[in-house]
């Protein structure tokens, strides 16, 4: 794919693309031809349908999207030149529509501000996923299966082809590595729109590959996530190649995670270096206790972690990190401190989550966390945080339905910026996720105990 930055002219322009992001954090499009795009339109945005991107039911669900100009980019392709832009939605009486992700982000990032701690919030986050040569799958109530070829040595195609192993992929090179075509071009098209992008490369199982983001304030880097996302798979597409952000695709094999690390700066500089555990200042280690906290309770982990396949990346043994603790330079730990970083550069990375989680309310979520972890001056070591070894008081739930009954619990750090109405939709959508996957038998099963 071909894009490029927006050099604010729109006589160059065929179709103006409003993005929109649903209550799952996925990518919609409505496209006006340009003899529409007029200032007018751009000022006071175009009327649509909320009812249908799966927010909490309001009194009126016709909104209004407003294009951020500010995120715009250039698509050719086939042949038409599209001007791209996120957008903001808000109710026709002219407020911010409450529920929506862009919303919700930007919220959050004004309690910081009248909080006096911070005034943004930073996010760098880590994008890994699987790419296939070819995916197939059924379930009906007769049958169930997926099946899924990889030039790196999986699936029946590939018995005869070299393989470096199923786990031995770390920064493989080609010709081991078939897929470094997939994340130059990404890279190259997500430069090209604005994402500031740190390096790329393959990861540690078979057909897994991440490309990491660079910082940017929470809202962009939520947009960065959705966008990067869309990208990626465009690219696999052109190339015949099918991508997947789910957490586990495949059995006895890594897991992929959304890391993000992360800190709040005040005056242009980070608040979380100091003379603490690990480097960190009072406020960085009372900031992981809140988020900690608020992950062990189920609440946190309900936005970061919120599909029944994310229960199948948490678990031991795969470096997804399954309990609540915090140390420095482990892999293992929920909240890991870099190793690498010189005297006066402390940040945290956020290790458990992972991308089916909408960005958008799992940053937001997370700040709030760590900002009511500052509020109460939590310490971390005397929670019972410290280190990065298990033990039972400190192991996260396991489980979706477990999650969601920590959010119904533990949602009062939330308010200032979650609706009442969206925590409940968002539970009562993911519980029937969780119904349709829980209530099915697997082939496992049938191994165990037909």
């Not at 496209?31 to 007018?40: G, H, I, V």
């Not at 790196?152 to 992929?169: C, H, N, V």
């Not at 997947?244 to 005040?266: D, L, N, R, W």
């Not at 229960?311 to 929920?334: D, H, K, M, N």
Request: glycine share 8%; hydrophobic share 40%; proline share 4%.
């Amino acid at each position: 794919m071909k894009l490029s930055a927006y050099s604010g002219d729109l006589s160059t322009i065929d179709y103006l693309s409003f993005l929109v992001v649903d209550v799952a954090g996925q990518l919609h499009s409505v496209a006006l031809p340009r003899s529409y795009a007029t200032e007018k339109v751009l000022k006071n945005g175009i009327g649509f349908d909320a009812s249908n991107f799966g927010f909490a039911q309001v009194h009126k669900s016709d909104m209004v999207a407003v294009p951020d100009l500010t995120t715009a980019f250039v698509e050719d392709k086939d042949g038409y030149v599209t001007l791209h832009a996120f957008c903001n939605v808000m109710t026709t009486d002219g407020e911010p529509f409450a529920q929506y992700p862009r919303t919700v982000a930007s919220r959050a990032i004004d309690v910081l501000k009248a909080s006096g701690i911070g005034e943004a919030a930073k996010m760098l986050v880590e994008l890994e996923f699987y790419v296939f040569d070819d995916v197939a799958y059924s379930t009906t109530v007769d049958h169930s299966w997926y099946s899924v070829q990889s030039a790196e040595g999986i699936g029946a195609d590939y018995e005869d082809t070299p393989r470096f192993g199923l786990s031995k992929g770390y920064h493989r090179m080609g010709p081991e590595d078939k897929y470094g075509l997939l994340r130059n071009r990404a890279v190259e098209a997500m430069e090209a729109a604005g994402i500031l992008v740190k390096y790329h490369h393959h990861e540690v199982g078979a057909a897994q590959l991440e490309i990491e983001l660079n910082f940017m304030d929470l809202v962009r880097a939520a947009d960065a996530v959705v966008l990067g996302k869309w990208i990626i798979k465009n690219c696999a597409d052109e190339l015949g190649l099918f991508v997947t952000f789910m957490p586990k695709p495949m059995y006895k094999i890594a897991g992929s995670g959304m890391h993000v690390h992360q800190f709040i700066e005040k005056g242009g500089k980070s608040i979380f270096p100091g003379e603490g555990l690990h480097g960190l200042s009072e406020e960085g280690l009372a900031y992981t206790a809140g988020v900690l906290e608020h992950a062990l309770s189920g609440s946190l982990l309900a936005w970061s972690n919120p599909s029944t396949n994310s229960y199948r990346r948490l678990v031991p043994g795969y470096e997804a990190p399954v309990s609540a603790t915090f140390a420095q330079g482990s892999r293992a730990a929920a909240v890991r401190i870099p190793g690498y970083l010189k005297k006066g550069e402390a940040r945290i990375e956020f290790r458990t989550g992972d991308a089916t989680a909408n960005t958008y309310y799992f940053l937001a979520a997370m700040l709030l966390a760590g900002l009511d972890g500052i509020t109460r001056r939590l310490d971390p070591v005397k929670k019972g945080f410290s280190g990065d070894k298990e033990t039972p008081k400190n192991t996260f739930p396991t489980g979706l339905y477990h999650v969601l009954s920590g959010l119904a619990k533990d949602k009062a750090y939330l308010a200032p910026v979650f609706p009442d109405e969206l925590i409940a939709a968002w539970i009562e959508m993911k519980k029937k996720e969780a119904e349709y996957v829980y209530n099915a038998p697997v082939p496992q099963e049938y191994e165990l105990y037909f």
